[in-house]
């Protein structure tokens, strides 16, 4: 049976979770907990995982995963072929879509990404076949605090949806598998739309932070960065006319500001890279919307130079 | 007798200098090591250097000049009326400018500017009437190390010119008092010109070493940093000619570049007020030429960011 959006998943899918940082160990993770067939392919954690399995501390409830209870692999050759691919790669490795996933795929297999910024979705469909392949978008603030525990500190909606097509029982079954796990998600009609309504957040305060090392109150507590903010949603606005079709309402400027406003002293995952020198997730948020406006003959030369100021922030990083 | 630029100074000037950081120091310096009657106002080393006089360290000679053949000042009111004024005031202390200048004026004097950026004549002409000012840029690599000692790295040349006018007698006899005190001098025929040019170095490298906290050399290590340097300097130029008429020659890109390449790790004056939590010169280097160019109609949506980032990185400064 070939994998398609009219077809619901399996009853008791099995699952393949790629990359289990903190995103793919929180979701995941409430799917195994809840009882369902996963499993998670690691590498920074593999020891300590194998050893202790996962601690979640989570503001909707703490949990264990035993190490004897949990399937994780550092190889996906040794994985058994699986109904539905969860990536959670962090985008930087995207190069390694190929080799860590094509192991695990057989005809009927679907995948979900729920990694950030754009392009995931084309990429995997390049790779396997645009029929596979549905997009989400995670709403949650969570870190890996040390080896093998997680710390889920906040919110924790997913939303997602179907490639290039409108939603049907696939991704319906997905989300209430989701949510019967407890984890609120939602259906989207247009991932398009999602993907940009999230890059309007993303790329200003993710850029401008990792650029000048501050959190988002700071950002927005003096007229420069609240302009900076603004003009950089408006280009993010006019990208996703111009390049992609997609309507983004204007009010959600002012509301994403409202929201910000209210997360006090809030660091993006691209600021923490940075701290940590680790690399940022540069392409998916910046270099593949960036590129996609320039495709459409669409202007944005805040975009154009926060991408090379994170480029340069990146590419001279402590370690790099 | 009116000040004006057709009339040398006299023979042997009652000269004030303004402001006598390292750069007020070191020219000061060299005048009064020379044996010019030149009297210092300064705050930060003020007792310092009253007990010890000023020990300079430079490429192109060491002098000392011993506290008890110095007249250095705390306070303007205490000081002679002066023949020729020089400004070497960080630009962040403008606002200061008519309390501390005003009890040196007398009919005659003559003010020069050395200070960075764009809009001191202009501010000092608005006080104290434009037919008293003189501007130069100092191209010198100089630091105060400790109280009371500055290390003069490299360079040293001042050029100046007369504001808003033709060089005539007035700013030929400064240049040569200056020759003649062992710095080099030239006299520029137009002074916009030369602010200009020089900005077209500021303005992209202080520019972006302080907001990214990297040398000259990792900003041209890498594309990115090259394709924003070339950016910011075709705006400057675009901003020049829209904005006050001035025709910076496109080669000047490849050449301020070449020689950057030649400078290896440099930090400029922003990138090291920055790192030490001091105020950074954005006004003078940066908001007014924004200004100039929003004024006359230029787009330099680059500038506009830049300008508004470090305004983030000064307002959020360790200790502001």
């Known amino acids: 049976m070939r ?3 009219d077809s619901p998943l399996p009853q008791r899918p099995v699952i393949a979770v790629v990359g289990a940082g903190a995103v793919g160990a929180y979701y995941g993770g409430r799917l195994a907990h809840h009882g369902h067939d996963a499993h998670f ?24 995963l035993p190490a004897d209870s949990l399937r994780v692999y550092d190889d996906p050759a040794k994985m058994p072929r699986t109904d539905l691919v969860l990536v959670t790669l962090k985008t930087t ?22 990694q950030n910024g754009l392009g995931n979705e084309e990429r995997l469909a390049e790779l396997f076949g645009g029929h596979r392949v549905m997009g989400g978008m995670a709403f949650v603030c969570i870190n890996r605090v040390e080896p093998a525990v997680i710390h889920h500190i906040a919110e924790g909606l997913v939303t997602m949806g179907e490639f290039a097509r409108p939603p049907g029982p696939r991704v319906k079954s997905v989300a209430a598998m989701f949510e019967t796990a407890g984890v609120p998600a939602r259906v989207v009609d247009d991932l398009a739309l999602g993907r940009w309504e999230k890059l309007i957040w993303n790329i200003p305060f993710n850029g401008l932070s990792a650029v000048l090392d501050q959190t988002t109150d700071l950002l927005l507590g003096s007229p420069p960065g609240d ?4 003009a950089i949603m408006e280009e993010v606005i006019a990208a996703a006319r111009g390049a992609a079709g997609v309507d983004l ?13 209210g997360m006090g002293p809030y660091k993006t995952s691209s600021h923490l890279d940075m701290q940590a020198g680790r690399p940022m997730e540069i392409e998916a948020i910046f270099g593949y919307p960036l590129r996609r406006a320039q495709q459409g003959g669409v202007k944005t030369p805040l975009l154009w130079a926060l991408y090379r100021l994170l480029k340069l922030r990146d ?3 402590s370690g790099a």
């Open 3 to 5: 994998s398609d959006a």
């Open 41 to 64: 392919l690691l590498r920074t954690d593999f020891d300590a995982v194998r050893k202790y399995g996962w601690t979640v501390r989570s503001c909707h409830g703490d949990f264990k």
């Open 93 to 114: 490795a995207n190069d390694q879509f190929e080799p860590l996933i094509t192991p695990l795929i057989k005809d009927n297999t679907s995948i979900l990404t729920l």
């Open 227 to 230: 302009e900076l903010v603004r």
């Open 249 to 261: 309402p204007r009010s959600l400027i002012e509301s994403r500001i409202e929201l910000t406003r």
């Open 315 to 317: 590419s001279n990083r």
